[in-house]
Structures are given as structure tokens and as C-alpha cells.
């Protein structure tokens, strides 16, 4: 089944606005350094001449992890977005990186060509998650790896229902079976989460050795199923219309969802046992953004218990 976001011109648009609040309001709930950090461990980026690719690299975010540790000229930064790669472009930490437009599921370069294939964030918009995998597989050198960063579907229900509304969030064995079918090898991987996710799984860091050179393993014999260009009919026109408005409603969900964790967190620890790793550490810092949003948040909640009061 194919969400309303998981196509490739609905993404490009939902990015040419969420790329204007982001990094600030958006990203920080979701996807912090501590979570970078651990992800990008299991890629065992060193020495920092290694040549990586950072695939739907979007604002940066994961590639400023990458750059701490492989030097910036090393880098490549793929994305579909030009508006998202535009604020990455301004960090001076990616200055030395190489920029390029592309698509995840046929990348365009030659076979063999990195060492290391980085993607975090992405996958969920993949039309073709196997075959942006298996592409993957191609692009790295023998002894390459590749590391993919991205979200498991909720056990909750209304957290299920909200995600397959809105974009992939595959199954954990889904991860390891595409891994498998490209062809990678020695697959390793470690569970991620904010603090304010206290039980279930929330996102996995999996990452594979391309042993030998040459083509993954898996063959497709039909072409892409999409393609950003493709043409906009009036059917298509409808149908992107409906999606977007459909996807963006429910992934906007999500925003409320983790303020409303992270307000109620210490109540939630109290009744709920065998709580996450993260969880149990300090919390995340907050950026002022963050707070900002707890506080115009708090307030709208007791403006509309306020108003049920009076009404």
C-alpha cells in the first residue's frame, strides 16, 4: 500500500514548505544529535578520507554528524529538494561538500564508486524502498557501507493509523529483508528514539557490507514506478491535491503528539515500567524553539479547557 505522502512529486511539495521551519520547529522533536551520534556510529565512519554519500540529505542535519567525522570535500549530498538543499548549502560546516539533485532510487553514479552510503530520514517517501536499497548496494565500493536511518510503524493504534495516512513507516523485518536482497552482508543494527518515546520502538539504524563489487543481487525488471518530472495530468493533478492535503494533515498530527509527550513525561514515568534506554538518561537539551512551542502549546490547551469550562 502506498501512503499519501510516499510518492515523489507529493514529498517535493511538502518539503518546499516544511524546509522553511524545519530545522527549528520540527526537526528537534524527531531527530536529535544524540540520535545522529548513535546512528552514524554503526557506519564506522574513519579514516575521514573515505568517500560518502549522504542520500535525501535535505537540510543537512545528518551530514553535519558525517563531517565530524569524514572530511567535507569527501562528502556528497543527494536530495529531490532544491529548497531543502538550499539551507544546507548556508551551513559553513557543509561548505566543502558536493551538492547534487537526484533520486534516491537511481542515483547516477557508476558502480562501485563510495565507500560509505549514508541515509537518514528518507526512506519513508521512497515510492520503491527495495529499490532504492539495491541502488544503494551499487553505488558502493567492495567492503562499502550502508547505513539507513529511519522510522518503525508504531505500535499505538492511533499512531498507526496516523502513519499509514501519511508516509511509510515499514515493518522492522521489512528493513532487514531489503538488506538481504540486495545483497548486503554482516547486517547490524541498533534501536532509536527521542527521550520523550518511553516504551515502544520508534526508529531503527541498520547498517551492511557490500563484500564484493559489482550489481545487488536483486534484478527489476520493470522501470521506476515514478518520477519527479513525470507529467501532471488532470487525474494526477487531483490525485496529488488530495494526497498532499490528506498526508500533510495527518503528519502534522505528529508535531502535537511529541509536545504533549514531552509535557506529560514525568507523569508517564511514574506509571509505565520497562521504559526505554533513552528515556531512563537525561532528556535532550531543548532548543528555544522547542519551548516556544511547549508554551504556545500549554496555553492553547488551557484556553480550550477554559472556554469547555465556561461554555
Given amino acids: ?3 499519501n505522502v510516499q510518492h515523489k512529486k507529493e514529498a517535493f511539495w511538502f518539503y518546499r514548505f516544511l524546509s522553511i521551519f524545519y530545522d527549528k520547529y520540527v526537526n ?7 540520535m545522529r551520534e ?3 556510529d554503526l557506519a ?5 578520507t573515505l568517500r560518502t554519500v549522504d542520500v535525501g540529505s535535505g537540510t543537512g542535519f545528518t551530514t553535519q554528524g558525517i563531517v565530524r567525522k569524514i572530511s567535507a570535500k569527501n562528502v556528497t549530498c543527494i536530495d529531490q529538494s532544491p529548497h531543502q ?3 544546507a548549502k548556508k551551513k559553513p560546516d557543509l561548505q566543502q561538500c558536493t551538492f547534487r539533485l537526484g533520486d534516491a532510487e537511481d542515483l ?3 558502480t562501485d564508486t563510495f565507500d560509505r552510503y549514508v541515509s537518514a530520514g528518507s526512506i519513508e517517501y521512497w515510492p520503491e524502498p527495495q529499490r532504492g536499497i539495491a541502488e544503494a548496494f551499487r553505488v558502493l565500493k567492495p567492503g562499502g557501507k550502508a547505513l539507513m536511518i529511519g522510522p518503525l510503524r508504531p505500535e499505538n493504534r492511533i499512531g498507526r493509523w496516523l502513519a499509514d495516512i501519511w508516509m511509510l513507516f515499514p515493518e522492522e523485518n521489512e528493513y532487514f529483508r531489503w538488506f538481504e536482497n540486495a545483497g548486503f552482508l554482516d547486517i547490524k543494527y541498533r534501536y532509536v528514539q527521542p527521550h520523550w518515546v ?4 520508534y526508529g531503527i539504524a541498520i547498517v551492511g557490507t557490500k563484500m564484493e563489487e559489482g550489481e545487488p543481487a536483486i534484478v527489476f525488471d520493470a522501470p521506476k514506478a515514478e518520477n519527479v518530472q513525470e507529467k501532471m495530468t488532470i487525474g494526477r ?3 496529488f491535491f488530495l494526497r498532499l492535503m490528506v498526508g500533510n494533515t495527518a503528519g502534522f498530527f505528529f508535531i502535537p503528539m511529541a509536545i504533549f509527550a514531552i509535557a506529560i513525561k514525568p507523569l508517564r514515568k511514574i506509571w509505565l515500567r520497562d521504559i526505554n534506554d533513552a528515556a531512563k538518561g537525561s532528556p535532550d537539551p531543548m532548543t528555544i524553539h522547542q519551548k516556544i512551542s511547549l508554551l504556545i502549546t500549554g496555553f492553547l490547551l488551557i484556553g480550550l479547557a477554559g472556554w469547555c469550562l465556561l461554555d
Fill in 85 to 87: 538543499m538550499s539551507y
Fill in 1 to 3: 500500500m502506498m501512503r
Fill in 38 to 40: 548513535e546512528s552514524l
Fill in 44 to 48: 564506522d565512519l574513519q579514516p575521514e
Fill in 108 to 110: 547516477g553514479f557508476p
Fill in 28 to 34: 528537534p522533536f524527531f531527530w536529535t544529535e544524540r
Fill in 198 to 201: 518511553l516504551k515502544e520502538k
Fill in 237 to 239: 493533478r487531483i490525485r
